[in-house]
Protein backbone atom coordinates (compact mmCIF):
# COMPACT_ATOMS: atom_id res chain seq x y z
CA UNK A 1 0.00 0.00 0.00
CA UNK A 2 1.29 3.38 -0.62
CA UNK A 3 3.00 5.16 1.90
CA UNK A 4 3.83 2.34 4.07
CA UNK A 5 6.99 1.14 4.59
CA UNK A 6 8.21 -2.20 5.13
CA UNK A 7 11.68 -3.81 6.88
CA UNK A 8 13.62 -4.16 3.29
CA UNK A 9 13.01 -0.09 3.25
CA UNK A 10 15.69 0.65 6.10
CA UNK A 11 18.67 1.46 5.17
CA UNK A 12 21.29 -1.02 6.00
CA UNK A 13 24.79 -0.20 7.82
CA UNK A 14 28.21 -1.53 7.78
CA UNK A 15 28.74 -0.56 11.27
CA UNK A 16 26.41 0.74 14.10
CA UNK A 17 27.99 2.71 16.67
CA UNK A 18 25.88 3.38 20.54
CA UNK A 19 26.36 6.24 21.65
CA UNK A 20 27.93 9.65 20.03
CA UNK A 21 30.14 10.48 22.55
CA UNK A 22 34.00 11.13 22.39
CA UNK A 23 34.84 7.55 21.25
CA UNK A 24 31.45 7.11 19.55
CA UNK A 25 32.22 10.55 17.10
CA UNK A 26 35.69 9.75 16.21
CA UNK A 27 34.97 6.14 15.51
CA UNK A 28 32.67 7.35 13.06
CA UNK A 29 34.88 9.69 11.64
CA UNK A 30 37.60 7.08 10.72
CA UNK A 31 34.96 4.65 9.56
CA UNK A 32 33.33 7.12 7.47
CA UNK A 33 36.74 8.09 5.98
CA UNK A 34 35.50 5.62 2.84
CA UNK A 35 32.68 6.82 1.35
CA UNK A 36 31.48 3.68 0.48
CA UNK A 37 31.31 2.54 4.61
CA UNK A 38 27.89 3.31 6.15
CA UNK A 39 27.69 3.99 9.78
CA UNK A 40 24.47 4.45 12.25
CA UNK A 41 25.47 6.51 15.37
CA UNK A 42 23.41 6.20 18.12
CA UNK A 43 23.01 8.64 20.55
CA UNK A 44 20.38 7.65 23.78
CA UNK A 45 21.60 8.62 26.72
CA UNK A 46 20.39 9.81 29.77
CA UNK A 47 20.27 14.20 30.27
CA UNK A 48 22.68 15.33 32.95
CA UNK A 49 20.54 17.90 33.33
CA UNK A 50 19.94 18.54 37.33
CA UNK A 51 22.35 15.56 38.17
CA UNK A 52 24.35 17.17 40.62
CA UNK A 53 27.16 14.25 40.41
CA UNK A 54 27.63 15.66 36.91
CA UNK A 55 27.03 19.29 37.76
CA UNK A 56 29.09 20.20 40.67
CA UNK A 57 32.88 19.26 40.26
CA UNK A 58 32.89 18.82 44.17
CA UNK A 59 30.66 16.05 43.79
CA UNK A 60 32.38 14.17 40.70
CA UNK A 61 34.97 11.53 43.11
CA UNK A 62 31.26 10.25 43.99
CA UNK A 63 31.33 9.02 39.80
CA UNK A 64 34.03 6.38 41.01
CA UNK A 65 32.05 2.83 40.99
CA UNK A 66 29.26 4.70 39.08
CA UNK A 67 28.72 3.96 35.00
CA UNK A 68 30.60 6.81 34.54
CA UNK A 69 33.77 4.98 35.64
CA UNK A 70 36.48 3.27 33.58
CA UNK A 71 38.15 -0.51 33.86
CA UNK A 72 34.82 -2.43 33.76
CA UNK A 73 35.04 -4.34 30.74
CA UNK A 74 39.08 -6.11 31.36
CA UNK A 75 40.34 -6.92 28.18
CA UNK A 76 42.93 -9.67 27.78
CA UNK A 77 44.60 -12.88 25.76
CA UNK A 78 42.58 -15.66 25.69
CA UNK A 79 43.80 -17.36 28.47
CA UNK A 80 42.82 -14.97 31.05
CA UNK A 81 39.53 -16.22 32.43
CA UNK A 82 38.65 -12.55 33.41
CA UNK A 83 38.93 -10.90 29.97
CA UNK A 84 35.72 -9.93 28.81
CA UNK A 85 37.77 -8.28 25.88
CA UNK A 86 39.98 -9.74 23.69
CA UNK A 87 42.95 -7.26 22.44
CA UNK A 88 40.82 -6.58 19.35
CA UNK A 89 38.25 -5.14 21.87
CA UNK A 90 36.06 -7.66 20.74
CA UNK A 91 33.52 -9.20 23.30
CA UNK A 92 34.52 -12.76 23.88
CA UNK A 93 31.69 -15.01 22.96
CA UNK A 94 29.51 -12.60 21.13
CA UNK A 95 29.78 -12.03 17.33
CA UNK A 96 30.32 -8.67 15.88
CA UNK A 97 30.42 -6.36 18.85
CA UNK A 98 33.34 -4.22 20.03
CA UNK A 99 33.79 -2.20 23.49
CA UNK A 100 35.57 0.85 22.84
CA UNK A 101 35.62 3.58 25.66
CA UNK A 102 37.54 3.20 28.97
CA UNK A 103 36.09 0.16 30.14
CA UNK A 104 38.99 -1.59 29.02
CA UNK A 105 41.45 0.78 30.82
CA UNK A 106 43.46 -1.28 33.54
CA UNK A 107 44.41 2.12 35.12
CA UNK A 108 43.59 6.01 34.57
CA UNK A 109 46.24 7.56 33.15
CA UNK A 110 47.52 10.76 34.94
CA UNK A 111 46.61 13.05 31.92
CA UNK A 112 43.55 14.37 30.53
CA UNK A 113 41.11 10.94 30.81
CA UNK A 114 39.53 12.55 27.12
CA UNK A 115 42.86 12.22 25.39
CA UNK A 116 43.54 8.50 26.38
CA UNK A 117 40.15 7.62 25.11
CA UNK A 118 40.20 9.69 21.96
CA UNK A 119 43.67 7.46 21.37
CA UNK A 120 41.97 4.33 22.14
CA UNK A 121 39.07 5.32 19.43
CA UNK A 122 41.71 6.11 16.95
CA UNK A 123 43.31 2.50 17.62
CA UNK A 124 40.19 0.53 17.58
CA UNK A 125 39.10 2.35 14.42
CA UNK A 126 42.41 0.99 13.11
CA UNK A 127 41.91 -2.38 14.21
CA UNK A 128 38.25 -2.47 12.60
CA UNK A 129 39.67 -0.76 9.40
CA UNK A 130 42.39 -3.92 9.26
CA UNK A 131 45.06 -1.13 9.20
CA UNK A 132 47.10 -2.52 12.10
CA UNK A 133 47.21 -5.83 14.23
CA UNK A 134 47.42 -6.17 17.96
CA UNK A 135 50.30 -4.89 19.62
CA UNK A 136 51.45 -3.25 16.17
CA UNK A 137 53.22 0.17 16.74
CA UNK A 138 51.60 2.61 14.45
C1 LIG B 1 31.67 15.13 35.11
C2 LIG B 1 32.80 14.74 34.21
C3 LIG B 1 33.81 15.66 33.96
C4 LIG B 1 34.88 15.30 33.15
N1 LIG B 1 35.87 16.22 32.92
C5 LIG B 1 36.90 15.89 32.13
C6 LIG B 1 37.94 16.82 31.87
O1 LIG B 1 37.94 17.95 32.36
N2 LIG B 1 38.97 16.41 31.07
C7 LIG B 1 39.03 15.18 30.52
O2 LIG B 1 39.97 14.86 29.81
N3 LIG B 1 38.04 14.29 30.74
C8 LIG B 1 37.00 14.62 31.53
N4 LIG B 1 36.02 13.71 31.78
C9 LIG B 1 36.14 12.37 31.20
C10 LIG B 1 35.70 12.35 29.74
O3 LIG B 1 34.46 13.00 29.64
C11 LIG B 1 35.59 10.89 29.36
O4 LIG B 1 36.82 10.23 29.57
C12 LIG B 1 35.23 10.71 27.90
O5 LIG B 1 34.22 11.60 27.46
C13 LIG B 1 34.76 9.29 27.72
O6 LIG B 1 34.40 9.10 26.38
P1 LIG B 1 33.35 7.97 26.02
O7 LIG B 1 33.20 8.00 24.55
O8 LIG B 1 33.77 6.70 26.65
O9 LIG B 1 32.03 8.40 26.76
P2 LIG B 1 31.09 9.66 26.46
O10 LIG B 1 31.84 10.77 25.82
O11 LIG B 1 30.39 9.93 27.75
O12 LIG B 1 30.09 9.09 25.40
C14 LIG B 1 29.13 8.08 25.70
C15 LIG B 1 27.88 8.43 24.95
O13 LIG B 1 26.97 7.32 25.02
C16 LIG B 1 25.68 7.85 25.20
N5 LIG B 1 24.85 6.79 25.77
C17 LIG B 1 24.80 6.37 27.04
N6 LIG B 1 23.92 5.36 27.17
C18 LIG B 1 23.42 5.15 25.94
C19 LIG B 1 22.47 4.24 25.43
N7 LIG B 1 21.86 3.34 26.22
N8 LIG B 1 22.17 4.27 24.11
C20 LIG B 1 22.78 5.16 23.29
N9 LIG B 1 23.70 6.05 23.73
C21 LIG B 1 24.01 6.04 25.04
C22 LIG B 1 25.87 9.05 26.09
O14 LIG B 1 24.80 9.95 26.00
C23 LIG B 1 27.16 9.64 25.54
O15 LIG B 1 26.92 10.59 24.53
C24 LIG B 1 34.94 14.03 32.58
C25 LIG B 1 33.91 13.11 32.83
C26 LIG B 1 32.85 13.46 33.63
C27 LIG B 1 31.75 12.47 33.88
Redo the contacts with the bound molecule.
Keep these: MAGERSVTDEPEYDYVI???????CVLAARLTEDPDCRVCV?????SDVGDER?LRPRN?IN?LGSE?DYGSCRMGADDDPLAVLDPQLRVRGVSGVRVV??SPFPTMPTI????T?LLAAERAADLIKGTQQPGEAR
Excluded at 42 to 46: L, M, V
Design positions: VGGGTAGIEGGPIWLFDANPVLV
